[in-house]
């Protein structure tokens, strides 16, 4: 198993996430035989396989697993354990590497529930993904090698890119950060709409301006060279507009803000990670 068209993938359960991975797998090898998908509810694929009438789908997760090479556990925190006990057996006899992008789960109990010998890696994508845009955290046990690193990355990077943690407590920040950050970024952009409407922008015109700036902004980013700081001093004038902008920003203390939002985020992590210990 060298690259993703020799490898058997099976994606266990058919949410958001899972349709992302697999728009993004689909794109990336032609071999739709070579993946499996099951959801308890078979309606859920009556347009997917309306569109590629080759991937095989089941409303069973024993079904989907079996001869797989690869297993990415696609289900609800709270199911993982359930579906653990489920696919267990097949997981050992096959020697199959098992992803899992459930919140809080860690891959001490994801060893618990399946086996300790098992090349278990944990994962964090967060919504752009849908669009390929997302970005992934990953954390490998010790019985991932390189090979199974690889390929683990190679599948998430058909949806955006990648980054592997040394450290799994990593994961409490990375959900905090970039798993619910497209939520604080749409709510800033959401302000600075409103904010347009009130000095007398149509709602529709401030809201362009609004959505085409951060997306705007976020690729001049990631495809600059520059740090974000001086990014920001590039565009920002002595006795300009965007200084007193900014300066605005600095009065209500942006950096405790964000602060406070992440600390309150990742303890929010930390919480449903040792409910989760505690069952």
């Known amino acids: 198993m060298t690259n993703i068209t020799d490898t058997r993938i099976a994606l266990v359960g058919y949410g958001n996430i899972a349709r992302s991975l697999l728009t993004g797998l689909l794109a990336t090898t032609p071999e739709a035989t070579r993946i499996s998908v099951s959801n308890p509810t078979a309606d859920k694929f009556t347009e997917l396989n309306q569109k590629n009438n080759r991937l095989r789908t089941y409303t069973s997760n024993v079904q989907a697993v079996e001869n797989a090479t690869l297993v990415i556990l696609c289900v609800k925190p709270n199911m993982i354990q359930t579906v653990c006990a489920e696919i267990k057996h097949l997981l050992i006899k096959q020697t199959t590497i098992l992803i899992s992008v459930a919140a809080g789960v860690s891959v001490d109990l994801l060893q618990q529930w399946t086996s300790e010998a098992l090349p278990i890696i944990r994962c964090m994508p967060n919504t752009p993904s849908a669009v390929g845009c997302g970005i992934t955290a990953l954390y490998a046990n010790q019985c991932a090698d390189t090979e199974h690193k690889k390929i683990t990355a190679d599948i998430f ?62 690729n001049l980013a990631v495809q600059s060279d520059s740090s974000l700081a001086t990014l920001r001093e590039q565009i920002t004038s002595k006795g300009g507009v965007t200084e007193q902008g900014l300066k605005a920003l600095e009065q209500v203390d942006i950096d405790q803000i964000a602060h406070t939002v992440l600390t309150k985020a990742s303890a929010r992590s930390i919480e449903i990670s040792q409910q989760l210990e505690d069952k």
């Open 157 to 218: 990077a058909t949806v955006g890119a990648t980054v592997w943690l040394n450290d799994e407590q990593d994961m409490h920040v990375v959900t905090a950060l970039s798993g619910s950050g497209p939520a604080y970024f749409f709510r800033f952009t959401e302000a600075l709409a409103k904010a347009a409407q009130h000095s007398g922008c149509s709602t529709e015109i401030a809201q362009r301006l609004a959505l085409q700036t951060l997306y705007g902004a976020a």
